[in-house]
T-cell receptor
Framework: AQKITQTQPGMFVQEKEAVTLDCTYDTSDPSYGLFWYKQPSSGEMIFLIYQGSYDQQNATEGRYSLNFQKARKSANLVISASQLGDSAMYFCAMRVNRGSTLGRLYFGRGTQLTVWP | EAQVTQNPRYLITVTGKKLTVTCSQNMNHEYMSWYRQDPGLGLRQIYYSMNVEVTDKGDVPEGYKVSRKEKRNFPLILESPSPNQTSLYFC??????????????FGPGTRLTVT
């Protein structure tokens, strides 16, 4: 069974500081992808970053980076230089690349990030 | 522009009144699915479809129906809505052929309230 765990229901960070949002996953499949999504109060799901299980380097997208530790099954999101607009719910998700689950994402429960001035 | 559209975006209805939430994608994706999001629970899959006329249950299918008569459309049907189906619903689509990072598209969401 596939499982995503986000242990931080809420996080607070001051503007311009870096913050790490934790995500651990569980799967026995060797081929999988890990995603982070941002959900502002308006509700839409915004894709942030992706890491494939065979990718050798950690993914980066602008101020977002994914700290991928395969042996520990963790995929933490690091946001550098936080901005007030980063205040949102953040979801970690996993897709297993096989069979009928190819299109499906398994989600964690989310972390509510608040950036204060 | 590649996109997934959902309608309506907001809906308030009463218990037992049948409703349909439409979902359409313009990317020729094979895989489409519906998720519901509830506070503290993340997103949970309701139903999915691997292609036209092929649908199957996700984790929380009770009280919902779907159909996939055309590749681009995947409507979610609530035959007799109940208050516990009050939620935020997302339609999503993706392709088997590419396992790349951005091949997961979400609709804008439908906020449903059942009174």
């Amino acid at each position: 069974a596939q499982k995503i765990t986000q242990t931080q229901p809420g996080m607070f960070v001051q503007e311009k500081e870096a913050v790490t949002l934790d995500c651990t996953y569980d799967t026995s499949d060797p081929s999988y992808g890990l995603f982070w999504y941002k959900q502002p109060s308006s509700g839409e799901m915004i894709f942030l970053i992706y890491q494939g299980s065979y990718d050798q380097q950690n993914a980066t997208e602008g101020r977002y980076s994914l700290n991928f530790q395969k042996a520990r099954k963790s995929a933490n999101l690091v946001i550098s230089a936080s901005q007030l607009g980063d205040s949102a719910m953040y979801f970690c998700a996993m897709r297993v690349n096989r069979g009928s689950t190819l299109g499906r994402l398994y989600f964690g429960r989310g972390t509510q990030l608040t950036v204060w001035p | 522009e590649a996109q997934v559209t959902q309608n309506p975006r907001y809906l308030i209805t009463v218990t037992g009144k049948k409703l349909t939430v439409t979902c359409s994608q313009n990317m020729n994706h094979e895989y489409m699915s519906w998720y519901r999001q509830d506070p503290g629970l993340g997103l949970r899959q309701i139903y999915y479809s691997m292609n036209v006329e092929v649908t199957d249950k996700g984790d929380v299918p009770e009280g919902y129906k779907v159909s996939r008569k055309e590749k681009r459309n995947f409507p979610l049907i609530l035959e007799s809505p109940s208050p516990n189906q009050t939620s935020l619903y997302f339609c999503a689509s993706s392709s088997y052929l590419r396992q790349g990072a951005r091949e997961q598209y979400f609709g804008p969401g439908t906020r449903l309230t059942v009174t």
